[in-house]
């Protein structure tokens, strides 16, 4: 046990104090896995292991908890494993970008796809970058790649048809514009512009500017128009960018949803999506071979990547036997322990890192009791989150009290003071039922004082509303633990407080929590005042949509104005005001906590298992799981 006792050390020096289970708060910051703005191609290991081959060879197996659905886009619902499809598949950083992400989180200029750039500053305040790209550049079928592939893109997913069809459509939603051409008001996309072959232009909107995260703005990626439409095409007559051909919902929404789940598809990335099996949720990648390289130039040296669904009960069997070669984002104690024990075993490594997200409780901001403040902070103190954390995390995680990762920079910076500032709703029955009362839940199911049972609420037209939260739940390990943790707290039902779990797909889930009457008209009926899932962070910090109601984004839907203005600030500063930045973000947490819209439950310290025959995989907080395996092999 030398090597987990080891391990244990190393956790607590990563997190010492950061709400550690049971710890007190410290200013030290959590140390963050020391990774490079840049990355070299694959090294040859050493002389104990064979080095890198020449061409691509063998397979890889990623185990994933979270099941994929078929859906590989993200415009639309996308969870986690499905992002990591589409990004493999060329999407966000993880083809052909203009601006790439490093696995450290920073973003710089594609030199693989941008031949040269320039940006101008306008006179009304507004800013465009010109970007020249490559003219080698190809899908995986062979076909060209030009101007018209990356406004195409931003074009069809910031559309009047995609958003009618339920899509988020916020594809651009930052440049000159946006609002008039997502709403039909205008065919030209005013911002967007074709200038020639292999030269288009992007032009950041004024009320934007100056942005803390300027350059992933005009980040564009190519999208295969005639994959996703029939009849279109692209135009340019100097006012903008637009669309040809019968661009209607009536005409295209068919190929668009057909385009959604169907393979084979086009690729831009380093792999190419051959295959998915629905019963066990399978996915299976194959190398593309027209793949010029990522922002390094780097091209993948895995033949086959297989992802598929695991147990969390089976898993480190499977794993120990074969059935995987790479598990992800080891999140529970117990699994952990496991991944250890395998590790000491021999043949077996792994990667460790704060996670850049949290898991957490979505209250309903506005259907039944958990529209009232006094309700949604009511719960939290009746959830022991430290003993939560504890046991769910083993140990491996810590609390945290808005929305955000131990692995923010701005939040280690920023960790004394918010300590100071923020509610860390310590469990007490009695500060919850003294805030029930305050909030109006003094009343029984007859309209009498309150002394037993659940309590009810009068409400302006004179009805009862009784305090009875119904909960959606993808009945996952998280879940399980809820329900003893909190639905079975005897401290529940004696606050006068009852939940009732509907368990259901994950991908149910989503659609009742986003309401999403586009899969099905029952979605989009307010049903559930509370989900449980989790969230994860890229390195753009930007709340602006998150609290703004009515918006796709604000899945909570409370409405407050104070507190979606107060996020909408965060990113709009100077690249160069740091501590402004900070500030903005500790005023809006602090709101945040106040009005508890999500109930924060842990924030882990993520592990990585895997067979020692993948060599040279690193991760970090904002890494993804497909780019950061370009720069690996296999060994058989």
Known sequence: MMKKSIMLLLILSMVLSVFLIGCSPSDEPVDTPPVDGTEDPVEDPGDDVPGPPSEPTGQLIIGNSTELSGDWIPHFQNNAAEADIYIATGGVSGGYPTVAMTPAGEYLVNETVVESYETIENEDGSKTYIWNIKDNLVYDDGSPITAKDYVGQMLLWSSDVVLAMGANGNQGDRLVGYGDFSSGTTKEFTGVRILDEYSFSLTIAPEYLPYYYELPLVSAIPEKLSFWTEGIEV??????????????????????????????????????????????????????????????????????????????????????????????????????????????????????????????LVFGGDIGPTQFIEVRQALAYLLDRNDFAKA??????????????????????????????????????????????????????????????????????????????????????????????????PDLAEAGIQINETVMTFAEVLNYMERNSVEDPKYGVPTYGMFNLASNFTPVYDRAFYDQYGHGYNTTYLDNAELAALGQSIALSDAEDKEGFKQKFVDYITLWNEQLPELPLYSNIYHDFYNDKLVGFEDTPFARVIPQLVHCYVTE
Do not use: C
């Open 392 to 489: 769910f995390t083993g140990g491996y995680g810590s609390v945290v009290h808005g929305p955000y990762g131990e692995a923010h920079w701005f939040y280690q910076e920023t960790r004394a003071e918010l300590n100071e500032k923020l509610n860390p709703y310590p469990y007490s029955l009695e500060n919850a039922v003294e805030l029930l009362e305050e909030g109006g839940w003094v009343y029984d199911a007859n309209g009498n004082d309150y002394t037993s049972g659940i309590r009810h609420k009068k409400l302006d037209d004179g009805t009862l509303m009784p305090l009875v939260i119904e909960w959606a739940s993808s009945g996952n390990e998280v879940s399980e633990l809820l329900t003893v943790k909190l639905v079975e707290n």
């Open 235 to 360: 135009v340019d007559d100097g006012n903008g960018a637009y669309f040809t051909g019968d661009f209607t919902v009536e005409a295209q929404e068919k190929h668009i949803d057909n385009a959604r789940r169907a393979i084979p598809r086009p690729s831009t990335g380093p792999y190419v999506l051959t295959s998915y099996d629905e019963a066990s949720k399978t996915a299976v990648l194959n190398v593309n071979e027209n793949f010029v390289g990522d922002y390094t130039g780097q091209k993948p040296l895995i033949q086959t990547i297989i992802y598929k669904l695991v147990n969390a009960e089976t898993v480190m069997d499977e794993l120990a036997t074969g059935g995987i070669d790479l598990l992800l984002q080891s999140a529970s104690g117990p699994e952990i322990n496991a991944g250890l024990d395998l590790v000491e075993q021999g043949g077996f490594s792994y990667t460790t890192f704060p996670r850049a997200g949290y898991g957490k």
